[in-house]
């Protein structure tokens, strides 16, 4: 029997399914038909939408004013940190804190002291914690651990990423691999301090568009084709590749540099 509680089918992730014994028992049997059953996969896909959508919306709720706080205070340190004065301040903030924490105390008022000295603290234990986190990087599937399996397409797809030892590693032993081994791996193209991650980027980004536009576009479709669609995907795309403006003039410009 299935109940609200247990219902027949349910979207794990984005491509997998987790289907109950009733809804194969009754299909097989006729007792359901095939379009009762696409309708249950069909809700089932409704709700889970539905569900990401509630779950995304709480989780910017919970993380949108910390965003905002910590944007506003990063922009007023960058313009802050275009005066000399403010930079000297900054460096030195732990003599400038005790300087001005001592005389709080001496005259009477460690609450102020305290506080102040609390204030300068956190400075620093935030800027350590920042740190410390950008650097940690953390790779892996636990799921077996759990009690079920990585469905969602790591039990084929990192075999091909990383080769079969490795994969093994991580899904039946649960390893975890730091950058440092995913990179290791070709897990991680680069690594790289979390104040330079929009300029890694953007160095990626460039390489790709200096490539013609169109060569790109249609590797990037051969490479995702099946198995059995090659070669003759490769060839077709070749021969369209073959006949475009921006192909003889960068062939013809790789030949010229050769000649000299």
């Known amino acids: 029997m299935v109940n609200a509680q247990t219902?027949?089918?349910?979207?794990?992730?984005?491509?997998?399914?987790?289907?109950?014994?009733?809804?194969?028992?009754?299909?097989?049997?006729?007792?359901?038909?095939l379009e009762g059953s696409v309708a249950l996969v069909v809700y089932a896909e409704g709700r889970h939408r539905a569900e990401r959508h509630r779950r995304e919306v709480a989780m910017l709720a919970w993380i949108l004013p910390w965003r905002g706080g910590t944007g506003l205070a990063q922009g007023i340190g960058r313009v802050a940190g275009r005066f000399p004065l403010i930079r000297f301040a900054w460096a030195f903030r732990g003599v400038i804190g005790v300087v001005a924490v001592v005389p709080q105390v001496d005259g009477g008022r460690p609450a102020l002291g305290i506080l102040a000295g609390s204030i300068v603290a956190l400075t620093y234990l935030v800027t350590a914690a920042n740190d410390a986190t950008a650097r940690r990087v953390e790779i892996g599937n636990p799921e077996p651990g759990l009690g079920i399996l990585a469905a969602a397409g790591a039990t084929w797809r990192l075999v091909e990423l990383v080769g079969e030892p490795v994969a093994k590693r991580i899904l039946l032993a649960g390893q975890i691999l730091d950058a440092t081994s995913a990179a290791a791996v070709n897990l991680l193209d680069e690594i790289v301090d979390s104040d330079e991650l929009i300029a890694a980027g953007h160095r990626w980004a460039d390489r790709i568009t200096k490539q013609a536009p169109m060569a790109v576009r249609l590797t990037k479709a051969v490479f995702h084709a099946p198995r059995e669609a090659h070669p003759f995907v490769d060839d077709l795309?070749?021969?369209?590749?073959?006949?475009?403006?921006d192909k003889h003039e960068r062939m013809t410009a790789f030949l010229e540099r050769k000649k000299k």
């Open 7 to 33: 219902p027949p089918v349910q979207l794990l992730g984005q491509e997998s399914l987790l289907v109950t014994p009733w809804l194969i028992e009754t299909t097989y049997r006729g007792s359901l038909s």
């Open 237 to 245: 795309a070749q021969a369209v590749l073959f006949e475009t403006a």
